[in-house]
């Protein structure tokens, strides 16, 4: 599985068959107002499982926040945590749990210090979109989720990003959260387990197969090939592919090797819809990310989703969404580089 060669091993100093006295590992989970529910209860319920398999407490966690208390996440998940006090009291790692507050970086000093101490840090989906934003130089690879990524590029110049699933900078691992956040634990608990173990947790976790760190987040509506024919899932990643530039759906058909009318057959059948239609929606739900989660002028927005002007893309967003642009981004708090790199 290749777990072992993931670059979280400094995790794991000792072997838990080798140690004289039961080995454990605390993981400290740091939570904002809004968290991500299903991040934080994959973690807890990875750990929890790990030690389920191995018939003994080998892994705590505690919560912690910048907001100490009762903290509730964006599901309405709640959690006591503890104060967060930026040079005190660390533990093993520190998971900075993604969510709508988790980009604001109010961990990222505690993070500093925890690195200095060569202590891992890993932040995932928003928080690490956050710490990307506010990083200069970083001094490797970087990634988060990849709905981010795509922002990112239009906002500013991030040359060592990647689409993958993680990224172990200098200590600090970024990683694209959600459904994922499973994988990312068991990488980083594998130094701790026997090959036999990681796979019995993979299968109690009803993971078909345990994705690599350095594997390719399935960024795409395309990327779920089983859903869809061969005809349908080229068609849609040959329009995620080109946003900016839309193909006549007459040259989208003859690059398949289809009829104009067969394509718009097909499109009618899986989606109830034309794949004019279809293709629309792809561009139009793009623009809308833009315009929520960047500054970025409407007329580059209506430029970057091939909809080449601001009336119409205005046009398509009020259609989809019932509101203007204006609006949409008026009701949207946007935070770009607002603090200070730690």
């Given at each position: ?187 980083l608990i594998a130094p701790l387990l026997e090959s036999v173990q ?145």
């Amino acid at each position: 599985m290749g777990l072992r060669q993931t670059g979280f091993n400094s995790f794991a100093t000792i072997n838990p068959r080798h140690a004289k006295e039961p080995l454990t590992r605390t993981v400290e989970l740091f939570v904002s107002a809004g968290f991500c529910d299903l991040e934080l209860a994959s973690i807890t319920h990875t750990l929890n499982t790990a030690n389920d398999i191995l018939a003994r407490s080998t892994f705590t966690w505690r919560f912690v926040s910048d907001t100490p208390g009762f903290v509730s996440g964006a599901c309405d998940m709640m959690v006591r945590a503890e104060p967060a006090i930026e040079d005190h009291g660390f533990s093993d790692v520190m998971i900075v749990v993604g969510g709508v507050k988790a980009g604001q970086t109010p961990w990222l000093r505690r993070a500093r210090a925890m690195q200095r101490k060569a202590l891992p840090v890993v932040l995932l989906s928003d928080a690490a979109t956050g710490y990307i934003r506010s990083t200069r130089s970083p001094a490797g690879k970087l990634t988060t989720h990849w709905r981010d990524i795509a922002t990112l590029a239009e906002t500013g110049y991030h040359p060592n990003l990647t689409a993958r699933f993680s990224e172990n900078s200098d200590g600090i691992i970024t990683g694209a959260g959600a459904g994922a956040t499973s994988e990312l634990v068991i990488g980083l608990i594998a130094p701790l387990l026997e090959s036999v173990q990681v796979a019995e947790l993979g299968n109690r976790l009803l993971l078909h197969t345990i994705r690599k760190s350095d594997a390719e987040q399935p960024k795409n509506i395309a990327d779920n090939e089983a859903l869809f024919d061969a005809n349908v899932t080229e068609a849609i990643r040959r329009m995620e592919n080109a946003i900016s530039d839309p193909i006549p759906m007459a040259d989208l058909a003859a690059d398949l090797g289809l009829s104009t009318r067969h394509l718009e057959r097909v499109f009618r059948k899986v989606f109830d819809d034309t794949p004019a239609k279809f293709y629309k929606r792809i561009r139009t739900k793009r623009a809308r990310i833009m315009i929520e989660e960047t500054l970025l002028p409407m007329v580059e927005v209506a430029v970057a989703t091939g909809f080449g002007s601001c009336d119409t893309l205005a046009k398509a967003i009020k259609d989809e969404y019932g509101m203007t642009p204006s609006k949409m981004r008026a009701r949207t708090k946007i935070s770009l580089l607002s603090y200070e790199p730690g």
